[in-house]
């Protein structure tokens, strides 16, 4: 059962960041969701997909350090793109629409978002995640809502509340600890730092993909310009792996590899797409926005399980106040909402 609530205004109306998932293309369906559902109060079928969801993308990343046990970081991520690329086309193919968008030349607007989230987003990201443990980071991964928060800003598209530009500043001294951290003490060098900092290249990667892509999204189907991104991105990503795919001893792959393929490909990229376009449609983007908190969490609990990982307690303290950092940029201002709400309700009280 669902409660109505009060309006309140905008954040945007009141000079503070909101950052919108509504910009993230595996957000966004198109469709325009009532704001009964999107404030239920019960946890249902939709509950369960989205955390299924969030779960199979935390196991994904250490099922990515397994696949890059048996291959190399740009030959195993060619492969798992083609085959998600694969599968993307499989379905445009018996769709009713096929690969039309709304308007002429959105095709290459798809396209280009595709080379900041695919293209470039993999390069790095594959890259250090073969330097990095899979809990360093999921938690460094995490602070990508920030780097949107900065863009939006800068291309005047939002504004950061107070609250905001104190979440950025705490999760810069929780990174620092965090990455510092994995060799045993506060320890700056570029062998300890290189893979953290591809890693907050590739959330620029993302954030560009995610702001930019609002406009086209307003009006076309999230999963098709998913699929043309996707598509479109792999295809440029294959002459960086041409090298690596060259060298792949296919018949020596052992059969975690193999899984790790397929469950990069076609779980954590195609998969989990569709389940999360059938929880937004349900519920709307910002009650699925929280769910995607859990993530570094879940990923470092099965990087111990699987990996045999163990976060340090510099670590661990680096990513507590790493993830408090990223809620104050995410979600900072409902603090001053609910204070504004208090006054108001004092101030209807005493008159």
Known sequence: MSQSIPSTPRPEARGMLRVNTEHHPLMNTGRVVSSA????????RTDLLMFLTILLWAINVSVLKIGLRTMSPHGFNAVRLALASFA???????????????????????????????????????????????????????????????????????????????????????????????????????????????????????????????PVLARNSAFRLAAVGTIAGTLVYLPFAARDLAAVDWARIPWQGWGAILYSGLVAIFLCFVLWYRSVQAVGSSKTGVYGNLIPVLAILFAGVALGERLS???????????????????????????????????????
């Open 37 to 44: 559902s999107t404030n239920g109060s019960r946890l249902g």
């Open 88 to 214: 993307y086309l499989a379905v445009l193919a018996v769709s009713r629409d096929k690969f039309s968008l709304a308007r002429k030349g959105d095709g290459w607007k798809a396209a280009g978002l595709g080379l900041l989230g695919i293209t470039g987003y993999q390069i790095v990201f594959i890259q250090a995640l073969a330097r990095m443990n899979a809990s360093t980071a999921s938690i460094v991964m995490g602070t990508s809502p920030i780097f949107i928060a900065l863009l939006a800003t800068a291309v005047g598209k939002e504004r950061i509340s107070l609250a905001g530009w104190a979440g950025i500043a705490i999760s810069v001294a929780g990174f620092l600890l965090v990455v510092s951290g994995e060799n045993g003490g506060l320890v700056f060098t570029w062998d300890v730092m290189g893979g953290a900092v591809m890693i907050l290249a590739a959330n620029a990667f993302w954030a560009a993909y995610t702001v930019f892509s609002k």
């Open 313 to 351: 307690l510099l670590q661990a303290a680096g990513a507590a106040i790493t993830l408090f950092g990223v809620y104050l940029t995410r979600s900072g201002y409902r603090l001053f909402e609910r204070k504004g709400v208090s006054r108001d309700a004092g101030g209807a009280e005493s008159a």
